[in-house]
């Protein structure tokens, strides 16, 4: 397996604990559970165990582990209507397979897992329809096609032809019967792209054929979309690519945001938003990447961004408190700091909406570790998480969104 020195030689800033001896079958708990969220307890070495459990609502609460189903630490879950995804530790584990969970009057099962290949690192998926969907293999460089419902593998995508030999398919959405695949291109054994260039994949979801492989170089941007985090897409059905570039760490390999507009199949030349020229207004330093984002409505999208200078060594790592919530106005190519909200670890930036007008962010402080809510239409913050949570703060789902 690739190894990430950057990602697994840094200390946690808060705490590492063993997960060894968690429930595996939790306790029944009965309720409307429209709520699914993860808390994550991870160790130095990035071992450690991520929990799921549904809620009802947010009011004020104080969650533990005990009711909740163990998960990979480090893949935040998919979810497709009432299925849940989970998946494999990124940076190793004992299993290897895709876990299923359904949510039946609003309890959470275990419903059925699928086999994979060891150090597979798989991290994202998409669901076509109840009998197709398709799981990006970052390791190994293919997609596995499989029945969502049956949980039956049923074909897979070879794209290494494509790399070097791995082009190490990093995001994907489906649009219009086309499956856009994102390619990280790393240079080997590191996180780090081999050249400034975004690469994409077209595929046709009928045939599974590679239709199109998309070459960027213009924007001087790459790596497009973190493994594990989101490709966006807006209501006009324009989607948008957060290009990570090298974390920050290699200089000329900057982040950015570009867009493959609606009903087309190459990247928009007239529209790029590159880190590199934008200043946070009250932040320490310039944004080093983003991660992760969710797209709203009218070009608002709401994420985190990682910031070093906020941490006192400078060193990125997923455990270092240097990721700020943010508002970014694709528009006005402007990032605003969302005020009232602490700084974040990389395990605590779950997020998501909640009823419409609310949304939720994962943080932490030095008394307790939880999902703040921030009110859409007058910018209020709670004073507190409104949800706390036993470990980090990682995943925030409402079924009704």
């Not at 699914?36 to 307890?41: G, K, M, P």
């Not at 049956?150 to 990093?170: A, F």
């Not at 990032?335 to 007008?357: C, E, Q, R, W």
Request: proline residues 6%; negative net charge; contains cysteine.
């Amino acid at each position: 397996m690739k190894k990430n020195a950057m990602l697994v030689a840094c200390l946690a800033t808060f705490f590492a604990v063993s997960c060894d001896k968690e429930n595996e079958t939790p306790d029944i708990i009965s309720g409307k559970g429209e709520i699914l969220i993860e808390a994550t307890v991870v160790n130095t070495d990035q071992s450690g165990s991520g929990y799921i459990q549904l809620l009802d609502d947010i009011s004020p609460k104080t969650v533990n582990n005990k009711n909740a189903f163990p998960v990979g630490p480090s893949i935040p879950p998919f979810v497709h209507k009432n299925w849940i995804f989970t998946f494999p530790n990124f940076f190793g584990s004992d299993v290897s397979e895709l876990t299923k969970f359904v949510r039946e009057d609003g309890v959470l099962k275990k419903s059925a897992t699928m086999p994979l290949p060891g150090n597979s690192q798989a991290t994202h998926l998409t669901v076509v329809n109840d009998t197709k969907a398709y799981l990006g293999l970052t390791g190994l460089g293919k997609i596995f096609i499989f029945n969502p419902t049956t949980m039956v593998k049923t074909g897979e995508i070879d794209l290494n032809t494509y790399g070097d030999p791995n082009p190490e398919p990093s995001g994907m959405i489906v649009r219009d019967n086309l499956l856009f695949v994102t390619l990280g291109q790393w240079t080997a054994g590191t996180w780090f792209p081999q050249e400034k260039a975004v690469e994409v994949l077209i595929i046709n979801t009928q045939t599974d054929a590679i239709e199109k492989h998309i070459k960027e170089t213009a924007s001087g941007l790459s790596f497009p979309t973190n493994p594990g985090d989101r490709i966006l897409m807006d209501e006009h059905k324009n989607i948008y690519l957060v290009c990570i570039g090298a974390f920050g760490q290699v200089d000329g390999f900057g982040g950015g945001f570009l867009r493959i507009k609606a009903g087309e199949t190459d990247i928009d030349p007239t529209f790029s938003m590159k880190f590199d020229d934008i200043t946070v207004a009250d932040a320490p330093g310039k944004i080093s990447y983003f991660l992760p984002a969710r797209y709203i409505k009218n070009n608002i999208t709401y994420g985190y961004v990682a910031i070093k200078e906020y941490t006192p060594d400078q060193q990125m790592s997923p455990l270092a408190v240097m990721y700020a919530p943010v508002k970014v106005d694709l528009s006005s190519k402007q990032v605003t700091l969302i005020k009232g909200i602490p700084v974040a670890n990389g395990y605590s930036t779950g997020m998501g909406i909640y009823k419409n007008n609310t949304f939720l962010f994962g943080s932490i402080n030095q008394t307790s570790k939880g999902f703040y809510t921030y009110d859409l239409s007058t910018g209020k913050v709670s004073t507190e998480p409104i949800i706390k949570v036993e470990g980090f703060p990682k995943f925030f789902y409402w079924f009704g969104e």
